[in-house]
């Protein structure tokens, strides 16, 4: 099985900050990977697939980046609406989960 | 508007049975597979189960050890969970999930995670 390690696991920046996020796949998933953000009490919504795409909709200050095995995900000034956790997913072979990344405001 | 309604959730004796049911609209339901995923109480996401867009194919995560079904019936739009010899490992908050990728004449390229989640349903087994 393909593990997906993702960190930090919780972070607090201020409004306006940049904050970078990294999921290291267990083998090469090539561009296979998703990102989600899951705000309080609501279901996982999709930001970003193949790495680096952004889902339409989703703000421009999101990013993601990244191929093979190391992948980053960034949002380049936080709002205080993006407070929520964020998971990374591959879907190179079958489905894993990166254990979450919880993002609040200092 | 895609859209996508669990339910059947609720609290179970352990050992005991129960179906979770999806029902979508907003898309063509028979052009895609479906997916279920749950989250633990304070936990992470973890993949469960797929099912190909005809039903024909199913996939499970190894952890389950045969105890879960996924079935679909595209006549009525709606995914189904069957979920037998609960545990309270079993507790969680179950999403249906479609996948992103599209199938079109019985042509899917490759499965490419989910896009479009329901609220969820909750499964408590005490």
């Known amino acids: 099985d393909i593990q997906m390690t993702q960190s930090p696991s919780s972070l607090s920046a201020s409004v306006g900050d940049r904050v970078t996020i990294t999921c290291q796949a267990s083998?090469?998933?090539?561009?296979?990977l998703n990102w989600f953000e899951q705000k309080p009490g609501k279901a996982p919504k999709l930001l970003i697939h193949?790495?680096?795409i952004l889902e339409m909709g989703v703000p421009s200050r999101f990013s993601g980046s990244g191929s093979g095995t190391d992948f980053t995900f960034t949002i380049s000034s936080l709002q205080p609406e993006d407070i929520a956790t964020y998971y990374c997913?591959?879907?190179?072979?079958?489905?894993?989960f990166g254990q979450g990344t919880k993002v609040a405001i200092k | 508007q895609e859209h996508l309604v669990e339910s059947g959730g609720g609290v179970v004796h352990p050992g005991r049975s129960l179906r979770l049911s999806c029902g979508a609209s907003g898309f063509n339901f028979h052009n895609y597979a479906m997916h279920w995923v749950r989250q633990a109480p304070g936990k992470g996401l973890e993949w469960v189960a797929t099912i190909s867009y005809d039903g024909d194919f199913e996939y499970y995560t190894d952890f389950l050890r045969g105890r879960f079904t996924i079935s679909r019936d595209n006549s009525k739009n709606s995914l189904f969970l069957q979920l037998n010899s609960l545990g309270p490992d079993d507790t969680a908050v179950y999403y249906c999930?479609?996948?992103?990728?599209?199938?079109?004449?019985?042509?899917?390229?490759?499965?490419?995670?989910?896009?479009?989640w329901g609220q969820g349903t909750t499964v408590t087994v005490s």
């Open positions: 083998q090469d998933i090539t561009k296979y």
């Open positions: 193949d790495a680096s």
């Open positions: 999930a479609r996948e992103r990728g599209f199938c079109s004449g019985g042509y899917c390229p490759r499965y490419y995670g989910m896009d479009v």
């Open positions: 997913q591959q879907y190179h072979t079958r489905y894993t």
